[in-house]
């Protein structure tokens, strides 16, 4: 039996089905406060979620408009909110189209909430606890 060691990080890339791309990097511009920056991948306009592209360990992914119907349950994808204030977070979720779906809530390491982007994806805002 042949052993595989885990991979450093469970995540490899992630995608985010949109109604509409513009209005879809939008709102996780407004939200997150990152730049998006539109490319093509496979023949697709897409958007990118910024990072540290420098970092060969780094994570991301991308938002794409789907053909048929964005389902708004399943997967819940966690992002980091840059600087970490989720109350600031939760009201730009709800002035750019979204929905907050829980308060926020301590886990051991941080604190986040559930909400939904204006697609119905549900997503979740996350800041890490700093020692």
Same mark, same amino acid.
């Given at each position: 039996?042949?052993?595989?060691?885990?991979? @450093?990080?469970?995540? *490899?890339?992630?995608? $985010?089905?949109? #109604?509409?791309?513009?209005?879809?990097?939008?709102?996780?511009?407004?939200?997150?406060?990152? #730049?998006?920056?539109?490319?093509?991948?496979?023949? +697709? +306009?897409?958007?990118?979620?910024?990072?540290? *592209?420098?970092?060969?360990? *780094?994570?991301?992914?991308?938002?794409? +408009? %789907?053909?048929?119907? $964005?389902?708004? #349950?399943?997967?819940?994808?966690?992002?980091?909110?840059?600087?970490?204030?989720?109350?600031?977070?939760?009201?730009?979720?709800?002035?750019?189209?979204?929905?907050?779906? %829980?308060?926020?809530?301590?886990?051991?390491?941080?604190?986040?909430?559930?909400?939904?982007?204006?697609?119905?994806?549900?997503? #979740?805002?996350?800041? @890490?606890?700093? *020692?």
């Amino acid at each position: 039996m042949n052993t595989v060691s885990a991979p @450093r990080h469970a995540l *490899a890339w992630f995608e $985010v089905a949109v #109604s509409d791309l513009a209005k879809g990097a939008n709102f996780y511009e407004a939200v997150l406060g990152l #730049s998006m920056p539109e490319t093509e991948m496979g023949g +697709q +306009q897409i958007r990118i979620f910024a990072y540290e *592209a420098e970092d060969t360990t *780094a994570i991301s992914g991308n938002l794409y +408009q %789907s053909e048929g119907p $964005v389902a708004p #349950s399943g997967s819940v994808i966690h992002y980091n909110v840059p600087g970490g204030d989720l109350e600031a977070a939760q009201k730009r979720v709800v002035d750019n189209g979204g929905e907050v779906h %829980s308060e926020i809530f301590p886990i051991p390491e941080g604190k986040l909430f559930y909400g939904a982007d204006p697609d119905g994806n549900r997503i #979740s805002l996350f800041s @890490r606890q700093t *020692a």
